[in-house]
């Protein structure tokens, strides 16, 4: 109550110079906190991140010893090919592998799902990602590297370190034999349509 007798006793010009001190001071915390445009980066890096989170998915997980171990299963892989590949390729046969010239401590690896079109050898490949325990993510950034082989039973991804740059036919090459490879931008193996 003591406080109440003390400001009736200030002038009203100190209460206005104070009431309008302190809404200034609020009014240049809000400007500052509202900025647009870096409001705009924060919600965009933002949507960002949980656009990668949610279509990041586990594919294996890396043991010290043994090759790695498959955290989803190769039928569900093979079915997500075959819906990438999208023009009636089977994929019968799913792999993550290392990149095989690779350095030891700065290993790549890929996952590969091989299969036939109308007779004709067909393998995508796309790098996963390291999460630094051991645990293999595909990511829907990832590239795909694609072979389409014409009279080669099998062709094979060239590696130059652990980055794939091209193709060439496997065993019991014929003739005008070719392995067709392309690099496409992103896939879309675990995205909803």
């Known amino acids: 109550m003591r406080l109440l007798p003390r400001l009736l006793g200030l002038s009203p010009l100190s209460l206005l110079a104070g009431l309008l001190l302190l809404t200034s001071c ?53 079915s997500a090919f075959i819906r990438q590949f999208g023009d009636g390729t089977v994929v019968d046969k799913v792999l993550v592998r290392p990149a095989p010239s690779a350095p ?55 590696f130059e370190g652990d980055r794939i740059v091209g193709s060439s036919c496997g065993d019991n090459v014929e003739a005008g034999s070719t392995c067709t490879f392309q690099v496409l931008p992103e896939n879309s193996l675990f995205t909803r349509r």
């Open 26 to 78: 609020e009014t240049t915390r809000t400007r500052e906190s509202s900025d647009p445009v870096r409001e705009a980066q924060r919600l965009s890096d933002e949507a960002a991140d949980r656009r990668s989170a949610l279509v990041s998915k586990q594919i294996a997980q890396v043991v010290e010893a043994g090759p790695p171990t498959f955290k989803t299963a190769q039928s569900v892989l093979a």
């Open 104 to 158: 030891k401590e700065k290993t790549t690896y890929y996952l590969i799902g091989m299969g036939l079109k109308d007779g004709h050898f067909r393998a995508m490949a796309l790098p996963l990602r390291d999460s630094g325990s051991g645990s293999l993510y595909l990511t829907p950034d990832a590239e795909r590297y694609v072979l389409t082989g014409t009279g080669c039973p099998t062709c094979v991804f060239d």
